[in-house]
C-alpha cells in the first residue's frame, strides 16, 4: 500500500498508531484527520482533553515509514488544537524524527507542533517543498525559524496566529 487516509472521531493512541503503521513501511501518502465537533465538551465524551501528541503520531510515522513524500496530520476542531497546545506547553515530550529525504509537502495542524517542533521537523526534511503550518500555533515567528523555512517554495502560515520581530521579514 502506497497511500493511508485514518481519519476518526476518538482521540488516537500514540502506542497502536506506532504498531499499527510499522506494517505499512512503504507508504508515500499518509494523512490523519482526528474530527471533533466545535461544541465538544470533552467531560461527556472522557472526562478530560485529548491525551496524545500528535507531534508524537507524527514521530511514530516517520520512524516507521522512511518513504514518505506526502503527509497530513490534522485535528479538525481549534478547540482540540488550542486544548493540545496547552497540554503540549505544561509537559513536552521529546521529540525527533529520522532524516526524512523524500518527504516533499506536509501539512501540519494542531498545538502539539510547537516551533521547536516545526523547526526539528524543517532540519530533518531537506527536500520539503510545501510546508503548511496555517493551523500550528506559533505565537513568535523568529529569524533562526524564518532562516530555516526560507528554503521551502511554498511555505503557508496564518498571518493573525503570528507575532513576528520587527527586523524580520518572513515574504
Not at 472522557?46 to 522512511?66: I, K, M, R, V, Y
Not at 521547536?116 to 513568535?140: A, F, G, H, N, W
Request: glycine share 2%; hydrophobic share 35%.
Amino acid at each position: 500500500m502506497k497511500s493511508l487516509r485514518v481519519t476518526s472521531h476518538y482521540d488516537v493512541s500514540s502506542e497502536v498508531f506506532a504498531q499499527v503503521i510499522k506494517k505499512f513501511p512503504l507508504l508515500e501518502v499518509l494523512e490523519l484527520v482526528l474530527i471533533k465537533p466545535v461544541a465538544c465538551n470533552y467531560a461527556t465524551m472522557s472526562g478530560q482533553p485529548p491525551t496524545n501528541s500528535w507531534a508524537e503520531l507524527f514521530q511514530s510515522a516517520c520512524e516507521a515509514c522512511s518513504h514518505l513524500h506526502n503527509f497530513t496530520v490534522r485535528r479538525a476542531s481549534k478547540v482540540s488544537g488550542l486544548l493540545a497546545y496547552l497540554r503540549e506547553r505544561s509537559s513536552p515530550t521529546p521529540f525527533s524524527i529520522p532524516v526524512m529525504h523524500g518527504l516533499h509537502s506536509l501539512e501540519l495542524s494542531d498545538g502539539s507542533f510547537t516551533k521547536d517542533v516545526v523547526m526539528q521537523i524543517v532540519d530533518k526534511c531537506p527536500s520539503l517543498e510545501s510546508l503548511d503550518i496555517s493551523d500550528v500555533p506559533i505565537y513568535r515567528w523568529d529569524e533562526e525559524l524564518g532562516n530555516k523555512c526560507s528554503r521551502i517554495k511554498d511555505l503557508r502560515l496564518q498571518d493573525s496566529c503570528y507575532y513576528y520581530d520587527d527586523d524580520i521579514d518572513v515574504s
